[in-house]
């Protein structure tokens, strides 16, 4: 296995407007477009100096294409999933967004109109619009550095759900998150047949069970939290089942929609005593860019010899973030976890989902090269 990494990205970066037409067209001499950005990301993180480095998800909308990749959802209109907050407005005219973002369709505002992507026919036998891993054969082709590809955790499949139009195709969510395992594995494995040796999964479904409000929600709609996350957990594990050999990583996201919004409020420690030891992969990502976020104490419930990634620069805007500050909160973390199981990165993506985060092209490289300087001066 390669050195273990200490400054990383999450995955995605800025995607001009030409980028995203190109996408949404996805016609051949698009692919030039999308492919020369793409190029342009590797450069861009090589140059950083960051240890590990994606794609920049610009062949997606979004962070996650589901919707967009099989033929068995269906949009229904006023389904309200997540509670975004902060953040520049989004215009009414953008409220629908992209398919495939944070929340309905790259926007997911509870309330703000606009469908949402919900699951209407068996994903066994869906027609096929694309593959999920497509692109990193191209990746790997042109990267100097150590790859990786991020996928969406099985278990945010659940936000695709409904009880009301679901059940005519599926007897219940788990049966239906099942088969979407089972079509992400498909992927996984043909990334290892492309050689990709890291492979992370982005889940903020985790998240949003840190948040107050959400947990009453879902009591109030008769759901049990606890027991949807005791299954997610075990079919997220499953993924990787009989794989040795690569590092695995889950990202618990807490809400990067468009133009710096979240949806999730409330410490990690909502969620690590019933999640974080039952883990069993080799990296988890958890975002600490905020007050939000709660303190180090869950790191006391992940597992001995996984690397906790602590997200502590923000993507949600340009503001300069503090060498000095970041270090201290690293020997924090320190206290909790030992420093050789602790890597750096930045809270999140970049562009999540259309209309990107309000952080200019300057302030991302800034970022990602400070992630990979102060990796460099704290663990070399």
């Given at each position: 296995m390669p050195d273990e990494p200490r400054a990383e990205v999450v995955g995605s970066l800025l995607r001009g407007e030409a980028v995203l037409r190109a996408v949404r067209r996805g016609s051949l001499a698009d692919q030039t477009v999308i492919n020369d950005a793409v190029r342009d990301n590797i450069r861009l993180q090589e140059e950083a100096g960051v240890d590990v480095i994606t794609d920049g998800e610009a062949r997606r909308l979004g962070w996650v294409d589901t919707p967009r990749l099989l033929d068995c959802f269906a949009v229904y209109e006023g389904r309200g999933a997540l509670n975004w907050r902060g953040g520049a407005p989004v215009p009414s005219s953008n409220a629908s967004g992209a398919p495939g973002g944070t929340g309905p369709g790259g926007v997911g505002r509870q309330g703000a109109g606009g469908g949402y992507p919900t699951v209407v026919r068996r994903v066994t036998g869906a027609q096929r619009h694309g593959d999920p891993i497509d692109g990193y054969e191209f990746l790997a082709r042109h990267a100097r550095t150590r790859t990786k590809f991020t996928l969406p955790a099985p278990s945010y499949h659940r936000r695709y759900w409904s009880a009301e139009h679901s059940t005519a195709v599926y007897d219940s969510p788990e049966e239906y998150l099942t088969e979407i395992?089972?079509?992400?594995?498909?992927?996984?494995?043909?990334?290892?047949?492309?050689?990709?040796?890291?492979?992370?999964?982005?889940?903020?479904?985790?998240?949003?069970?840190?948040?107050?409000?959400?947990?009453?929600?879902?009591?109030?709609?008769?759901?049990?939290?606890?027991?949807?996350?005791?299954?997610?957990?075990?079919?997220?594990?499953?993924?990787?089942?009989?794989?040795?050999?690569?590092?695995?990583?889950?990202?618990?996201?807490?809400?990067?929609?468009?133009?710096?919004?979240?949806?999730?409020?409330?410490?990690?420690?909502?969620?690590?005593?019933?999640?974080?030891?039952?883990?069993?992969?080799?990296?988890?990502?958890?975002e600490y860019d905020s007050d939000r976020a709660g303190d180090f104490g869950p790191l006391d419930d992940v597992a001995d010899g996984t690397t906790v990634v602590l997200g502590l620069l923000t993507t949600k805007s340009d503001d300069p973030d503090d060498a000095d500050a970041v270090r201290q909160r690293i020997t924090e973390a320190a206290r909790r976890k030992p420093l050789e199981e602790l890597a750096l990165s930045t809270q999140c993506g970049f562009a999540s989902a259309p209309p990107a985060n309000p952080v200019s092209p300057e302030g991302q490289r800034a970022k990602l090269e400070m992630v990979a300087r102060i990796a460099r001066r704290v663990w070399n």
């Amino acid at each position: 296995m390669p050195d273990e990494p200490r400054a990383e990205v999450v995955g995605s970066l800025l995607r001009g407007e030409a980028v995203l037409r190109a996408v949404r067209r996805g016609s051949l001499a698009d692919q030039t477009v999308i492919n020369d950005a793409v190029r342009d990301n590797i450069r861009l993180q090589e140059e950083a100096g960051v240890d590990v480095i994606t794609d920049g998800e610009a062949r997606r909308l979004g962070w996650v294409d589901t919707p967009r990749l099989l033929d068995c959802f269906a949009v229904y209109e006023g389904r309200g999933a997540l509670n975004w907050r902060g953040g520049a407005p989004v215009p009414s005219s953008n409220a629908s967004g992209a398919p495939g973002g944070t929340g309905p369709g790259g926007v997911g505002r509870q309330g703000a109109g606009g469908g949402y992507p919900t699951v209407v026919r068996r994903v066994t036998g869906a027609q096929r619009h694309g593959d999920p891993i497509d692109g990193y054969e191209f990746l790997a082709r042109h990267a100097r550095t150590r790859t990786k590809f991020t996928l969406p955790a099985p278990s945010y499949h659940r936000r695709y759900w409904s009880a009301e139009h679901s059940t005519a195709v599926y007897d219940s969510p788990e049966e239906y998150l099942t088969e979407i395992r089972d079509w992400l594995r498909e992927s996984v494995d043909r990334l290892l047949t492309l050689g990709c040796d890291y492979v992370q999964l982005d889940a903020p479904n985790y998240g949003s069970l840190c948040d107050p409000d959400t947990r009453a929600r879902m009591a109030a709609e008769g759901r049990d939290a606890d027991a949807e996350l005791a299954f997610d957990v075990d079919l997220d594990n499953s993924l990787f089942d009989g794989i040795k050999g690569v590092t695995t990583a889950l990202h618990i996201c807490r809400g990067n929609g468009p133009r710096g919004m979240w949806h999730s409020a409330g410490g990690y420690a909502a969620i690590s005593g019933a999640m974080f030891p039952k883990l069993r992969f080799g990296r988890l990502l958890l975002e600490y860019d905020s007050d939000r976020a709660g303190d180090f104490g869950p790191l006391d419930d992940v597992a001995d010899g996984t690397t906790v990634v602590l997200g502590l620069l923000t993507t949600k805007s340009d503001d300069p973030d503090d060498a000095d500050a970041v270090r201290q909160r690293i020997t924090e973390a320190a206290r909790r976890k030992p420093l050789e199981e602790l890597a750096l990165s930045t809270q999140c993506g970049f562009a999540s989902a259309p209309p990107a985060n309000p952080v200019s092209p300057e302030g991302q490289r800034a970022k990602l090269e400070m992630v990979a300087r102060i990796a460099r001066r704290v663990w070399n």
